[in-house]
């Protein structure tokens, strides 16, 4: 593509315009926008990039060690991989309300993010994958009305706590067009077609507490999931897929026995920008298919349902 291949030639010179010898940290969370920040700025500065990748136990199976193989083996990006997965899940543990946990995972976030920043000497620039229609919902929120349907989990803040200038090299991109950037920069497409996957990761799609135990049960129950939909073709199809744990055991019969597990609910949606949504109308034989995989591969589920709301009134996430 053409004009993203000036448009990554022009961002790389201002970047170091911007940067000049100065040093820069980028969070990274596993997702396409923090993603192709730090390759372009990486291709920008080499080495004067280091990014920090907190894992905080609240990730998708084997997502973490697929963002360090990428990052740091694969780019040779140096790469501060912070295992704060105990600090969180401790944290949050026992905690019911939907927006204390949102707030809790945020604040954390920040002090890890920040504690981890001052290990390395501090910076003169944070970089952050901030998409234009981030730019614009920011500035619409400030004058319109003040309801917050969900905390929303981003480093804000962070820049001024720390001193830093900011590097936001996508403010003027949206989502498809920082795909075709990845795919420019040369990122593989698996990656670059991710769906997308909310800062505070699994446990807003584990409504009622979560545990240790919960958490893996839900991403045994997701991975199926997943897998089913891209052996249909239908990953790219979706706008997001995930599975939620409920909070609510059933009686159900597994041979001669009798069991009490957890329900786990599936989502699907389409959508142009999470905005709104509709839900995805999957056939009834895909559905069958993937309750069965799911309650006979996942100890500690017995049953399936599947949520057919949209957005408006339904949020995409259970939380
Ligand atoms: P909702 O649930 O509000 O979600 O309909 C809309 C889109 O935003 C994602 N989402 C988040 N993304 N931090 C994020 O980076 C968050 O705290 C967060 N909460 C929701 C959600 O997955 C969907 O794509």
């Given at each position: 593509d053409w004009t993203m291949a000036a448009f990554k030639e022009q961002a790389i010179e201002e970047i170091r315009a911007k940067v000049g010898s100065g040093r820069v940290i980028c969070g990274l969370s596993g997702g396409v926008d923090s993603s192709v920040a730090a390759v372009l700025i990486h291709e920008a500065i080499g080495d004067q990039l280091t990014c920090i990748f907190v894992?905080?136990?609240?990730?998708?199976?084997n997502e973490a060690e697929e963002v360090v193989a990428m990052f740091?083996?694969?780019?040779n990006i140096p790469l501060v991989h912070v295992e704060a997965q105990d600090l969180f899940i401790d944290a949050l543990e026992?905690?019911?309300?939907p927006e204390v946990k949102r707030k809790t995972i945020g604040r954390l976030f920040i002090e890890t993010f920040e504690a981890e920043a001052k290990k390395l000497g501090g910076a003169d620039f944070l970089a952050q994958g901030t998409l234009y229609p981030d730019v614009i919902e920011s500035v619409s929120f400030t004058g319109?009305?003040?309801?917050?349907?969900k905390s929303h989990h981003n480093v804000g803040g962070l820049p001024e706590r720390m001193n830093m200038k900011l590097v936001e090299?996508?403010?003027?991109?949206f989502k498809d067009e920082v795909r075709v950037l990845g795919r420019e920069l040369g990122l593989p497409e698996q990656f670059v077609g991710r769906q997308p996957f909310p800062g505070p990761g699994l446990a807003i799609r584990c409504p009622g507490g979560i545990t240790r135990a919960k958490l893996e049960i839900l991403r045994q129950a997701d991975a199926i999931y997943l897998d089913e939909i891209r052996k249909a073709g239908l990953y790219d199809t979706i706008w997001q897929a995930f599975a939620v744990l409920l909070p609510v055991q059933t009686v159900g019969v597994m041979g001669d026995g009798r069991t009490y597990e957890f329900v786990c609910a599936l989502r699907a949606v389409t959508s142009v920008d999470g905005m709104t949504a509709d839900f995805y109308p999957f056939d009834m034989t895909f559905l069958g298919n993937t309750a069965t995989r799911i309650i006979n591969e996942v100890?500690?589920?017995n049953r399936v349902v599947y949520d057919v709301t949209s957005k408006p009134p339904g949020t995409i996430e259970w939380e």
């Open positions: 894992d905080h136990g609240l990730l998708r199976m740091r083996d694969h780019y026992g905690e019911l309300d319109g009305p003040s309801v917050t349907i090299p996508l403010r003027e991109l100890k500690g589920i």
